[in-house]
């Protein structure tokens, strides 16, 4: 009784500036969950072990997962305006319309194992610049709480970007399918990274700013021009710094090696989205669904590198699996996207019409084929040789 009502408010008023709200509210719970991180469980400078790093991942894993019954409910009784006026591939186009419950769950749950799927890569380049670098084990965190921080923002503008662009122009989403075709053979066909060190970014930094190449801590900036001495906390027995002489301490900040790892998390993450965030138009249009999967699958990503940097290896195909994934999708837009335009072109002599891959379906999909990915990865295992090549 309760919720119809609630509805009917709903209703009556105006969904656009109703769902503004949903967002202020996700935004909220998610500065929340970042405060919490840093401020309470990762105050002190420490080497995250295995089993904090899987409890973190559970803990991530599951507050992304329970979403989805949030997403069910909110849908399908339209709290916030959630599922009114929301934007919808109908046939070969976009339109408004009445989005429900069911719907939008599995819309939800397919992006979300989509990005996580795609952020295994991911893992594979902050290894990489980590140790190029050489960061301190103790030290990665703050890297990797930052780079999300980033990450947020930098997703937020794309996908903002992206909704408007698709609605506006729907030919997109046939860019869109052939950029993710092109990105799954890309990563077919080419087997390495870019060394960090030659980034032009990484140079333009070293050229303009005044950086050192020693650690001061977990500081990203330091006036230090000697590399700090320790000791060792008679009372605490934690390892603290020793008093910098004043004649060291210089009057310009310097760029520690911690924030020249930072740039390079922001840049890895800004090219990855660049993959992602197409993939998952390919499921829905909904930004609110897109905007959240997105965070969700990224927020875990701290932990889930900590569990997987060192073992991530031994599942030799995954890298296959996210490039049927990448092809699939990309697929998907096309059958959905291009059909209108070839008959308006002329290119088929014969009508023909868009097919849309439904959301169900799509999520076996993906789930299969990870799945199928682990079990031989598990059964056939990289040889020796293969491994140290």
């Given at each position: 009784m309760i919720l119809s009502i609630l509805a009917e408010t709903v209703i009556a008023a105006d969904p656009a500036s109703m769902k503004m709200w949903a967002y202020i509210g996700f935004i909220g719970l998610v500065m929340v969950f970042l405060a919490l991180d840093l401020g309470v469980f990762h105050r002190e400078a420490h080497e995250v072990s295995m089993k904090e790093s899987i409890t973190w991942s559970v803990i991530w894993l599951a507050c992304g997962l329970s979403f989805t019954g949030f997403i069910y409910y909110a849908y399908q009784f339209h709290w916030l305006g959630l599922g009114l006026d929301t934007p919808k591939y109908v046939g070969g186009a976009i339109a408004l319309g009445e989005v429900t419950g069911g719907t939008a769950a599995i819309q939800y749950l397919t992006g979300y194992i989509v990005e996580k799927s795609l952020a295994m890569d991911n893992i594979f380049v902050i290894a990489m610049i980590f140790g190029y670098f050489a960061i301190p084990a103790k030290y990665q965190h703050r890297v990797l709480f930052w780079g999300i921080i980033g990450a947020l923002i930098m997703r937020g503008g794309m996908i903002y970007l992206g909704a408007e662009l698709i609605m506006r122009y729907t030919w997109i989403l046939i860019i869109f399918g052939f950029f993710l075709i092109l990105t799954a053979l890309k990563m077919a066909l080419i087997q390495s990274h870019s060394d960090p060190g030659k980034n032009p970014i990484v140079k333009l930094a070293k050229r303009f700013f005044r950086t050192v190449e020693f650690y001061d801590g977990q500081k990203f900036f330091t006036r230090r021009t000697v590399a700090p001495t320790y000791m060792t906390d008679p009372k605490t027995g934690k390892e603290?710094?020793?008093?910098?002489?004043?004649?060291?301490?210089?009057?310009?900040?310097?760029?520690?090696?911690?924030?020249?790892?930072?740039?390079?998390?922001?840049?890895?993450?800004?090219?990855?989205?660049?993959?992602?965030?197409?993939?998952?138009?390919?499921?829905?249009?909904?930004?609110?669904?897109?905007?959240?999967?997105?965070?969700?699958?990224?927020?875990?990503?701290?932990?889930?590198?900590?569990?997987?940097?060192?073992?991530?290896?031994?599942?030799?195909?995954?890298?296959?699996?996210?490039?049927?994934?990448?092809?699939?999708?990309?697929?998907?837009?096309?059958?959905?996207?291009?059909?209108?335009?070839?008959?308006?072109?002329?290119?088929s002599a014969t009508e023909l019409k868009s097919i849309k891959i439904d959301p169900f379906v799509s999520l076996v999909i993906v789930l299969g084929t990870l799945a199928v990915a682990t079990v031989m990865s598990i059964l056939l295992p990289a040889k020796e040789d293969e491994k140290t090549a």
């Open positions: 603290t710094h020793a008093p910098a002489d004043p004649s060291t301490l210089s009057a310009r900040w310097a760029i520690t090696p911690l924030f020249l790892a930072l740039i390079m998390v922001e840049i890895t993450d800004l090219v990855f989205a660049v993959d992602s965030i197409p993939a998952i138009f390919a499921i829905t249009p909904d930004p609110f669904i897109v905007f959240t999967s997105n965070i969700f699958a990224i927020l875990g990503l701290r932990a889930l590198y900590f569990c997987l940097a060192a073992l991530i290896a031994k599942f030799r195909f995954l890298k296959p699996a996210l490039i049927l994934i990448l092809g699939f999708v990309g697929i998907k837009l096309l059958l959905l996207a291009a059909p209108p335009y070839f008959n308006d072109m002329g290119l």
